[in-house]
């Protein structure tokens, strides 16, 4: 970790040239790289040594974007997806084995949701979904003896929940497993769940970190602070020999770098889920301006909620931020200087009226996406969270008249007049 501020990190990280070397992190637009002997290869192959041969594994360009993230988060190792699916997906699989349990606060992202509830269930990991506001007591009755992982949103999309990463450090310590979160709503420029008990972290770098709706992309973060060897008859995957690795123990050969080191030599050895250097190349574009991009998504999101919440046809806006918002003092807790630029609100005419305005909407879009630039609006009942019944939809937050708003940086100006003009059609 360097000691730079989270500004400089922003834009040093990652990847420091050499003597007339390009200044430029350079995109390695390759699948392999070439040795001198086959020795050398063969002990690649072994992880005897450390290098690059074949891109589906490791590649420069994602590794350098990697170490800046791993940076930003504060972290001791990190590796590149090639989506936010494949990071909580991986995150999970890692340390879970078929007949395994993880407990999971249930006001999640929808595919996340999907994955956990239905695609993993298949692979036979079952998931036990919590409110995030439960009681300790309630949280703690959720765990088996077969739990291997506590996960959560720090910011859920689209419920807007916030974590309260205390509490579930708590429970998730307290049984011996780790503690993952996605942070992809808040970013580290907002939050760094690391210093709140957090072992591993997620992002869907799709988002804010990419920040220009131009690539998909993941990645995924280890802290090093989870002791496995202490529950090693938890996480036997990472504490006793890999026999397609010559018998190597990730814990005792790569210490903290133990649970990346085993997701890239075997998941993504047998998965392949890499992100392209190329979209790695405009990720680290991307997160050059994070910083700044947070601070303006933030405010722009503050006066977009303060303009809705004084409109007589809007009946509630969520924006955690905003002083009298339900969760307001957690968000000031974990999230001092502003949570993200996503707000949600419904409208006193419902879901009906919500549809009219969306459509009434002239710079702001309709789009599957968030956190980026542009300004854009979703209904998720009708879109994201679609394949989820009525039940579903209350217990992953989400209110069926709710409409996300991803407040973007433009003018604030513009956006509230946008937002005027299609409320009128209403
Ligand atoms: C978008 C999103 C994901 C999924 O990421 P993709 O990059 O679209 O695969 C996961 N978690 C959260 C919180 C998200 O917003």
Known sequence: MSDYKIETKCIQSGYTPGNGEPRILPIYQSTTFKYNSSDQMGR?????EA???????????????????CDLEGGAAAMLT????????????????????????????????????????????????VDPECTPEELDAAFKYNTKAVFGETIANPALTILDFEKFAKAAHTHGVPFIVDN???????CRPFEWGVDIVTHSTTKYMDGHAACVGGAIVDSGNFDWEA??????????????????????????????????SQLM???????????????????????????????????AATYLQNHEKVAWVNCPSLPGAPQYNLAKKYMPNG?????????????????????????????????????????????????????????????????RFSV???????????LEQALQAV
């Open 44 to 48: 690649l192959f072994d992880l005897e």
């Open 51 to 69: 290098g690059y041969f074949y891109t589906r594994l490791q590649n420069p360009t994602n590794d350098a974007v990697a170490a800046k993230i």
């Open 82 to 129: 090639s989506s936010g699916q494949a990071a909580n997906f991986y995150a999970i699989m890692n340390i879970v084995e078929a007949g395994d349990h993880i407990v999971c606060a249930s006001a999640l992202y929808g595919g996340t949701y999907n994955l956990y509830a239905h695609t993993i269930r298949k692979m036979g990991v079952e998931a036990t979904f």
């Open 184 to 190: 992809t709503f808040a970013t580290p420029i907002n």
């Open 231 to 264: 529950h090693a008859d938890k996480f036997p995957g990472l504490t006793t020999p890999d026999e397609t690795y010559h018998g190597i123990i990730y814990t005792q050969k790569f210490g903290k770098a133990a649970y990346i080191t085993k997701a890239t």
């Open 269 to 303: 050895r047998d998965l392949g889920s890499i992100q392209s250097p190329q979209n790695a190349f405009l990720l680290n574009l991307g997160l050059e301006t994070l910083h700044l991009r947070m601070a303006r998504h933030c405010e722009n999101a503050i006066k």
């Open 339 to 403: 949570t993200c630029g996503v707000i949600t609100f419904g409208l006193k005419g419902g879901r009906d009226a919500a549809v009219k305005m969306m459509d009434a909407l002239k710079m702001i879009a309709i789009v599957t996406h968030v956190a980026d630039a542009r300004s854009c609006v979703l209904h998720p009942a009708s879109h994201t969270h679609r394949q989820m019944n009525e039940q579903e939809l209350l217990e992953a937050g989400v209110q069926p008249d709710l409409i």
């Open 408 to 418: 973007g940086i433009e003018n604030a100006d513009d956006i509230i007049a946008d």
